[in-house]
């Protein structure tokens, strides 16, 4: 059993230390999910690499049959490798049979996904779980399910032979006896010794089967106990850097941004984020708040809200009051409480809360009595409405300090029982603070789309970034981030890469110089996705068709992936995700809006469905006729599994509210381009992976094999088949 506790996480680093070879010689592998939890593993774990001078690579993979690519071109053969390290990938399936592992290589799963498979907890000394105390202190079936998975593993090869084979025998000699009498009884010659041998045989073979089908029945109810999530990879390696003594700020911010996102995205309960929150604050109390400057407070100064959500004064000591001047270097964390809404600190009010999935479902705002609802809950608070629709960063003192006291006395009566809840933000020198629920949705909005918003809203030009990228192949990335075309030539200073946007003015280097290298980098790195697909060729070839749109899809999301790597250390790169976010958010419930006014769910007698085309949206395109992408601004969820799922969670969350009849919700959004249907399963679908084994057992071809089990994307022409699948599958 190859489990390891949360108390000797200091032991797998240290193994990882010390299998490292000289520098120059890269021994660990990386492998890293598509999701913000990932992302922000990934950056604590190479930071801690990188202090001790261990040469690493990161490898961002989105599924199986990438994981099977990346077995044969980097670890088979590979004498160097010693260590692979996999964030929030690779726990539900048996690694072993992915891999091929030389004996020095030793594999380390930190997965929140679960559950975990039992090949990788127990079949294997060269993979090593790291768990959050769920396999190792929490679940008390464990050490049953442990015997019954070993005891299949080492019997079990040949149990359905078998069966089968002695069943076969008991037919052939109940045939042979007309009457039916017991076979004993009509062998000549036999002695009793040798009838009470036989009798012995039959019976400890149907203690075998007994014991293999109990064994079975044991493991099936693990795996049959639904998908769900665990503590996050990115707490497991800040556990890790605090056992080590290397815990530092921004590590710890990492670790709260991904318990952020699992609350907020409904992955974990109020009870788990309030257990997990105790831990951060503990550590947040640690590093001390006082990173600013603290000055007694002035008789006739006037107030300040010191970036306080709901304008209060900040306290640091137990004795005078004072205040803090936020300095340059001041980078804290601080606690606070969190108004339940979404990016309020850079928007209204109004749009803050009617475009949060919290408040927009509990109010129900897709009809007009919800709509006024909400304008009711401002005037009872004493609100202005048109105050409530300026900018909250400039909203009067007096109305933000009404917000706690009113909330928490109204909200009740409008269903809003957890508006407030406890969280951190942090402060970025002078140029402003982000809340953890900021950072959280700016990231998000970057890991899905990031790069060619960036790229769009960074600089002026595209064909900089072009001219550049297809520069001498001789050309790099020197020290401090400038980019060199060569030796003996000039480097481009950060000041010919600015193009400023005004983001991230007055520093070193702006955004649109960070975006722009980063960009550079990436084409440097990964070359040319398009390489072997002739353009004349894909108009009329479907199968060259999809590669092409393939290998564009893997070249957009990797961009997207290290545009949202950078921006946990660049406020500037944050706040264009900010931007993004506000626009993703708006088209999520504008979409949302749309399909409840319009009763475009069918419900079923087990589950609800319903599937959105392209053809359907025209009216609620944004002002410009387009989305961020200038297409149709719906196209994105038949392409985006994140989108997709908010989208799902959110009407879930509509009809929770709203209908009695609670039933799962299968949605289906079209790639009119690629000719699939991306189908996610939410909220009891999920739990199961129900959607996934319903298209395999339809004979669809499933395209999408990432590590979501309640997310599938198949061809346009499987869905019939799919539906019926699932239809069969729910009368069962």
């Given at each position: 059993m190859v489990v390891v506790s949360k108390d000797l996480f200091r032991d797998v680093y240290i193994s990882i230390k010390g299998s490292a070879l000289p520098p120059g010689s890269s021994t660990v592998l990386i492998f890293v999910a598509n999701d913000l939890d990932a992302l922000c593993s990934c950056k604590l774990l190479s930071s801690l690499l990188k202090s001790d001078s261990i040469a690493h690579e990161i490898v961002p993979i989105s599924g199986f049959r990438e994981l099977s690519e990346k077995n044969s071109t980097l670890i088979e053969e590979n004498e160097q490798l010693r260590s692979l390290i996999f964030l929030n990938c690779g726990g539900m399936v048996d690694l072993s049979e992915y891999l091929t592992l030389t004996e020095n290589m030793m594999v380390y799963i930190a997965d929140s996904h679960r559950p975990i498979n039992l090949h990788n907890l127990f079949g294997s000394d060269q993979i090593m779980v790291l768990d959050d105390g769920h396999y190792s202190v929490n679940n008390e079936n464990i050490d049953e399910i442990r015997a019954a998975f070993e005891y299949l593993n080492k019997e079990g090869d040949d149990y359905e032979e078998e069966s089968q084979e002695d069943e076969n025998l008991e037919d052939d000699d109940d045939s042979?006896?007309?009457?039916?009498?017991?076979?004993?009884?009509?062998?000549?010659?036999?002695?009793?010794?040798?009838?009470?041998?036989?009798?012995?045989?039959?019976n400890e073979k149907r203690m075998r089967r007994t014991r293999l089908k109990e064994s079975k029945d044991t493991t099936d109810a693990y795996y049959a106990g639904g998908t769900y999530t665990g503590l996050g990879a990115t707490t497991l390696m800040f556990t890790m850097a605090s056992q080590i003594k290397r815990a530092t700020v921004d590590l710890l911010w990492y670790g709260i941004i991904s318990l952020t996102e699992q609350y907020l995205h409904d992955r974990i309960d109020k009870t788990q984020y309030n257990d997990q929150y105790k831990f951060f604050l503990e550590a947040v109390n640690k590093f001390g708040a006082k990173s600013g400057i603290v000055l007694p407070k002035q008789r006739n100064e006037i107030e300040d809200d010191n970036d306080s959500l709901f304008g209060d004064e900040i306290n640091l000591t137990n004795s005078l009051p004072e205040r803090l001047t936020n300095g340059a270097d001041d980078l804290a964390i601080r606690n606070t409480d969190e108004f339940h809404s979404i990016l309020l600190r850079h928007w209204t009010l109004w749009d803050s809360m009617y475009h949060s999935d919290y408040v927009a479902t509990k109010l129900g705002i897709w009809k007009e009595k919800g709509r006024q609802r909400l304008i009711n809950l401002f005037t009872k608070m004493g609100l202005p409405l048109a105050e409530c629709r300026e900018q909250y960063c400039g909203m009067k003192l007096e109305?933000?300090?009404?917000?706690?006291?009113?909330?928490?006395?109204?909200?009740?009566?409008y269903g809003l029982d957890e508006i407030i809840y406890p969280s951190f933000y942090r402060q970025y020198g002078f140029k402003g603070s982000l809340s953890a629920s900021d950072a959280m949705y700016s990231l998000s909005a970057l890991l899905d789309c990031g790069s060619d918003w960036v790229r769009k809203h960074a600089f002026g030009a595209t064909e900089t970034t072009e001219s550049l990228a297809n520069s001498s192949s001789s050309a790099g990335i020197g020290p401090g981030g400038v980019f060199v075309r060569g030796i003996g030539t000039k480097a481009i200073s950060d000041a010919d890469l600015g193009l400023q946007?005004?983001?991230?003015?007055?520093?070193?280097?702006?955004t649109s110089a960070i975006s722009l290298v980063n960009h550079i980098k990436r084409k440097m790195k990964y070359g040319n996705y398009d390489k072997?697909?002739?353009?004349?060729?894909?108009d009329d070839d479907p199968a060259l068709l999809k590669q092409k749109l393939d290998l564009h899809t893997r070249k957009k999301w990797i961009d997207?992936?290290?545009?949202?790597?950078?921006?946990?250390?660049?406020?500037?790169?944050?706040?264009?995700?900010?931007?993004?976010?506000?626009?993703?958010?708006?088209?999520?419930?504008?979409t949302s809006i749309t399909i409840l006014d319009k009763?475009?769910?069918?419900?079923l007698s087990k589950f609800r469905f319903g599937v959105l085309t392209g053809g359907g949206w025209g009216s609620t395109r944004g002002a410009s006729g387009s989305g961020m992408t200038g297409e149709n601004e719906f196209d994105i969820f038949g392409h985006s599994t994140s989108h997709l799922n908010r989208l799902g969670s959110f009407l879930v969350m509509a009809y929770k509210e709203f209908h009695q009849k609670q039933l799962p919700l299968v949605l289906a959004a079209q790639n009119s381009k690629a000719g699939t249907y991306l189908i996610v399963g939410v909220a009891g679908i999920s739990r199961t992976g129900h959607v996934r084994k319903n298209a395999i057992e339809s004979g669809a071809d499933v395209l999408y094999d990432g590590f979501d089990t309640s997310v599938l994307e198949i061809s346009s022409d499987d869905l019939t088949n799919f539906m019926d699948a699932l239809l069969n599958f729910t009368n069962k």
């Open positions: 042979d006896q007309p009457d039916g009498q017991p076979t004993k009884k009509r062998r000549k010659g036999s002695t009793e010794e040798l009838i009470a041998q036989t009798d012995r045989i039959q109305f933000k300090r009404l917000l706690r006291e009113k909330l928490i006395v109204l909200g009740p009566n946007s005004g983001v991230g003015v007055g520093t070193k280097t702006g072997g697909v002739n353009e004349d060729e894909t997207d992936f290290y545009v949202a790597f950078d921006a946990l250390d660049s406020i500037d790169l944050l706040i264009h995700g900010v931007q993004l976010a506000k626009t993703l958010q708006q088209t999520l419930v504008r009763q475009m769910i069918n419900t």
